[in-house]
């Protein structure tokens, strides 16, 4: 099975910084591979489809980019509302992987 | 409004039987493969099983297979996942999860959860 590693798992930052967060495949995935948001008791919300796509209604502040085995989230100035977790997830013969999630944290 | 709603959570023990139902509504319910993903107390997001618009393909996470059965109504517009044989480790919250078409493009929406907690 591929194995999805994020980096870094905690991230602390101030409203207006640029964050990014990388995800690694464990083998190539194409460009199979989605990004969500997690608020505490909250369900996912997808951001970024097929690596780089943004989802309908996503502030264009969010923004994918990589292929193959390397990937990154890249929020351009975060805001109060982003403080949350991110996940990456591959798709790979009719299975879905997610990384382990990422917490921006507050500064 | 898009809305999944899922049931059938609660305490059960080990070994025991739940099954849990998604009930959809505000969007074409059998144009959308199905999905059910799990995120046990404090951890990450796993994917649980994965059912076609039509039916025709199912899929298990080798965490879960011969266990759960994943099945749908599209004339009810319910998603259902039947769990037996549960374990401590299957207690998390239950999501379902609709993804658009047939390119894996990610999950578009998603239910609040269900929390099944296997425990004696």
């Known amino acids: 099975d591929i194995q999805m590693t994020q980096s870094p798992s905690t991230l602390s930052a101030s409203v207006g910084d640029r964050v990014t967060i990388t995800c690694r495949a464990s083998?190539?995935?194409?460009?199979?591979l989605a990004w969500y948001q997690q608020k505490p008791g909250k369900a996912p919300k997808l951001l970024i489809y097929?690596?780089?796509s943004l989802e309908s209604g996503v502030p264009s502040r969010f923004s994918g980019s990589g292929s193959g085995t390397e990937f990154t989230l890249t929020i351009s100035s975060l805001q109060p509302d982003d403080f949350a977790t991110y996940y990456c997830?591959?798709?790979?013969?009719?299975?879905?992987?997610f990384g382990q999630g990422t917490k921006v944290e507050i500064k | 409004e898009v809305q999944l709603v899922e049931s059938g959570g609660g305490l059960v023990k080990p070994g025991g039987s739940l099954r849990l139902s998604c009930a959809a509504s505000?969007?074409?319910?059998?144009?959308?493969?199905m999905n059910w993903v799990r995120q046990a107390p404090g951890k990450g997001l796993e994917w649980v099983s994965s059912?076609?618009?039509?039916?025709?393909?199912?899929y298990y996470a080798d965490s879960v297979k011969g266990r759960f059965t994943i099945s749908r109504d599209n004339a009810k517009n319910s998603l259902y996942l039947q769990m037996n044989s549960l374990r401590a480790e299957d207690t998390a919250v239950y999501y379902c999860?609709?993804?658009?078409?047939?390119?894996?493009?990610?999950?578009?929406?998603w239910g609040q959860g269900t929390l099944v907690t296997v425990s004696s």
């Open positions: 999860a609709g993804a658009f078409g047939v390119a894996p493009l990610g999950f578009d929406y």
């Open positions: 505000g969007f074409t319910f059998s144009s959308y493969s």
């Open positions: 059912i076609s618009s039509s039916s025709s393909y199912i």
């Open positions: 083998q190539s995935i194409s460009s199979w």
């Open positions: 097929k690596a780089s």
């Open positions: 997830q591959q798709y790979n013969s009719y299975r879905w992987t």
